[in-house]
């Protein structure tokens, strides 16, 4: 089945920039959801589609997708952004959802 | 307001069984396809199954680790999705959570999700 691969950790001090990746092979190909999960609560849809945002979700969340790897990118990371994170995609020949093994996000 | 409220968790014995139910409201449960996701202590989300909504032939999908084990079915007069769980490992120990799917031909993602339910399965 259709794996995939996101960094485990990823820091950065607040109000920089912190991008996360999702690789799998040809992911470009495919569509990308992105979620927010943070301790104790369910997860929160944060992107969509690659690059759309859910209303309510601040433009400061954004994401690509290209080639072999998808990428959530978080500008001006607050304290509050400190969460997992993990993309998403939809298997068409299984009709499953896979998820990536997910990324804590920590903001130093 | 959409609402997702899981209950039925607990703890069970390995080989036991477990009954999961996901109160729906806020939106027109009938059309939604519903899904379970589950989460073990400290690891990450993994996708349980998928009913979709009658209209759609109530198809139900499921991932390798709880098919034949699992059964998932709903109540659309009750607006309730339901997770039947059978023969129980300790390696189904895990926060289980309802979602709603939104599909668009092309891609599926869970737009809405409840806050989990908590399933202990030891000896």
């Known amino acids: 089945s259709y794996v995939l691969t996101q960094p485990p950790s990823v820091s950065v001090a607040p109000g920089q920039t912190a991008r996360i990746t999702c690789g799998g092979n040809?992911?470009?190909?495919?569509?990308v959801h992105w979620y927010q999960q943070k301790p104790g609560q369910a997860p929160v849809l944060v992107v969509y589609?690659?690059?759309d945002r859910p209303s309510g979700i601040p433009e400061r969340f954004s994401g690509s997708n290209s080639g072999n790897t998808a990428t959530l990118t978080i500008s001006r990371v607050e304290a509050g952004d400190e969460a997992d994170y993990y993309c998403?995609?939809?298997?068409?020949?299984?009709?499953?959802?896979?998820f990536g093994e997910g990324t804590k996000l920590t903001v130093l | 307001e959409v609402q997702l409220v899981e209950s039925g968790g607990g703890s069970v014995r390995p080989g036991g069984s477990l009954r999961l139910s996901c109160a729906a409201s806020g939106f027109t449960f009938s059309d939604a396809w519903m899904n379970w996701v589950r989460q073990a202590p400290g690891r990450g989300l993994e996708w349980v199954g998928r009913v979709k909504a009658k209209s759609s032939g109530e198809t139900r999908d499921y991932a390798a680790p709880v098919k034949g084990r699992f059964t998932i079915s709903r109540d659309d007069s009750k607006n309730t999705l339901f997770l039947q769980m059978n023969s129980l490992t300790t390696e189904d120990t895990a926060v289980y959570f309802c979602a709603t799917d939104y599909c668009s031909g092309t891609t599926c993602y869970l737009n809405y999700w409840g806050q989990g339910t908590l399933v202990t399965v030891s000896p």
């Open positions: 040809n992911i470009g190909s495919k569509s």
């Open positions: 998403q995609v939809w298997d068409f020949r299984n009709d499953h959802v896979i």
């Open positions: 589609d690659d690059r």
